[in-house]
């Protein structure tokens, strides 16, 4: 599957932004899917992670209550709708594919395929 995230910008704090990851060479439904983030300076963090049926979610503890991710199996997209921006939001963000795990992972190794990311930049 090749995977592209979209939707990346500058806004101020307060903002909000949706991220879209749209899958091409395979059915999205049979992976679960997750974005991590990078900010400058630092490394790569688990956000948000959705299951094949996007029956269950699992946010980051920084992102909760602002940010959702959600999917379209039939537009095979995923979705990242980030509420409440903060300027410490600031980072490039990547949609990531798991297909052969059986359970919904948070770590970045569990992840066989990404997207190159998309730069959210939240200014204060």
């Known amino acids: 599957v090749q995977l592209q995230a979209s939707g990346g910008g500058l806004v101020q704090a307060g903002d909000s932004l949706r991220l879209a990851c749209a899958a091409s060479?395979?059915?999205?439904?049979?992976?679960?899917m997750a974005w991590f983030r990078q900010a400058p300076g630092k490394e790569r963090e688990f956000v948000q992670s959705?299951?094949?049926?996007?029956?269950?979610?699992y946010p980051a503890d920084s992102v909760k209550g602002r940010f959702t991710i959600s999917r379209d199996n039939a537009k095979n997209t995923v979705y990242l709708q980030m509420n409440s921006l903060k300027p410490e939001d600031t980072a490039v963000y990547y949609c990531a594919g798991d297909y052969s795990g059986g359970y919904v992972n948070t770590q970045e190794a569990d992840y066989e395929y990404w997207g190159p990311g998309t730069l959210v930049t939240v200014s204060s």
């Open positions: 959705i299951s094949r049926s996007g029956r269950n979610r």
């Open positions: 060479g395979s059915t999205l439904s049979g992976y679960h």
